[in-house]
């Protein structure tokens, strides 16, 4: 299976900064196969994006989604007070369909 | 508006099976799969199988296989989730997810989520 590997765990961060998540495949995932989630506490995830770079319905655009290969990210620019969470990056490549460890960015 | 609505917690004893069900509204129910994820305390999701909905065919992680039971109530617009001989390991909440499109197993819409609890 493939493994997802998310870098940093944590991002501690200031409202109007950018955030940028990284996830990293344990062997190459086409670009159509990556997806992001948002999760908040007690919520279910919430679709961010898929096809590395395609944002979900209702998503702003200071979300961007770039990579290819083993190495993808997403970048948050201008941090709002509500993208606080934690993000999950998702290949459906091949199965098992897999999950990253996420990252949680939180107010610093 | 497409709403996933799952049933009620369960708290369930060592051995014991579940059954979690999930009833699809706001779409027509046999045009997209359904996917059912887990997530464990403090733990990455972790999927765990789809259901076809028009042919019912389904797919499930090798992980769970043996264990999971996937059906579908076409006339009740509702999906099932059986999993069988429960451990403490399976204490977790579990989704049920729409797939977007086909071949392209993402999850574009969630319900929200069932606490299954696993304790003698």
């Known amino acids: 299976e493939i493994v997802l590997t998310q870098s940093p765990d944590t991002l501690s961060l200031s409202p109007g900064e950018t955030a940028t998540l990284s996830c990293r495949a344990s062997?190459?995932?086409?670009?159509?196969?990556l997806a992001w989630y948002q999760q908040k506490p007690g919520q279910a995830p919430r679709l961010l994006m898929y096809g590395t770079t395609t944002r979900a319905t209702g998503v702003p655009d200071r979300f961007s989604g770039r990579g290819s290969g083993t190495d993808f990210a997403v970048t948050i620019s201008r941090l709002e007070p509500e993208d606080f969470a934690v993000y999950y990056c998702q290949q459906y490549g091949s199965s098992p369909l897999t999950f990253g460890g996420g990252t949680k960015v939180e107010i610093k | 508006q497409v709403h996933l609505v799952q049933s009620g917690a369960e708290v369930k004893r060592p051995g014991a099976s579940v059954t979690v069900s999930c009833e699809a509204s706001?779409?027509?129910?046999?045009?997209?799969?359904i996917h059912w994820v887990r997530q464990a305390p403090g733990q990455r999701p972790e999927w765990m199988g789809w259901?076809?909905?028009?042919?019912?065919?389904?797919k499930y992680s090798q992980k769970f296989q043996g264990r999971i039971t996937i059906t579908r109530d076409t006339s009740a617009n509702t999906v099932y989730m059986e999993l069988s001989s429960l451990r403490s390991e399976d204490t977790a909440v579990y989704y049920c997810?729409?797939?977007?499109?086909?071949?392209?197993?993402?999850?574009?819409?969630w319900g929200q989520g069932t606490t299954v609890t696993v304790s003698s």
């Open positions: 062997r190459p995932v086409s670009t159509t196969y």
């Open positions: 997810a729409r797939n977007y499109r086909g071949s392209l197993e993402f999850m574009d819409v």
């Open positions: 706001g779409y027509t129910f046999t045009n997209y799969a």
């Open positions: 259901i076809n909905i028009d042919s019912g065919n389904t």
